[in-house]
């Protein structure tokens, strides 16, 4: 099992810039692929990206490809979501989340998911 801490959100205004990152404790955080999440207000959760075990693939939700980055430091245990250019309809808590799962990059269907961090962008 894995426990996931998320952390880095905050208000920012529009254009501005935040980093997100999530912190796994627990089993071996290489063993995971590592997923980004968003909920807005009244909305579903969606999924932004995705990385793989080792970093070496990255996937994006169409609309956030070039503004939202993924990264992660094994090291670390911490995956990192860099988000620019921040829009307003970017608001929404962002949830981090673990998979085993082969098909980390279509199923959405994550093991283990963090509390979420808020993120509320100014026009």
């Known amino acids: 099992q894995v426990q996931l801490v998320e952390s880095g959100g905050g208000l920012v205004q529009a254009g501005g810039s935040l980093r997100l990152a999530c912190a796994a404790s627990?089993?071996?955080?290489?063993?995971?692929?590592m997923g980004w999440f968003r909920q807005a207000p009244g909305k579903e959760r969606e999924f932004a990206g995705a990385?793989?075990?080792?970093?070496?693939?990255?996937y994006y939700a169409d609309s956030l490809e070039g503004r939202f980055t993924i990264s992660r430091d094994n090291a670390q245990n911490t995956v990192y979501l860099q988000m620019n250019s921040l829009k307003p309809e970017d608001t929404a808590v962002y949830y981090c989340?673990?998979?085993?799962?082969?098909?980390?990059?279509?199923?959405?269907?994550?093991?283990?998911w963090g509390q979420g961090t808020q993120v509320t962008v100014s026009s």
């Open positions: 627990g089993r071996t955080f290489s063993s995971y692929a």
């Open positions: 990385i793989s075990w080792s970093g070496s693939r990255r």
């Open positions: 989340a673990a998979t085993t799962d082969s098909n980390w990059y279509r199923n959405y269907e994550y093991q283990y």
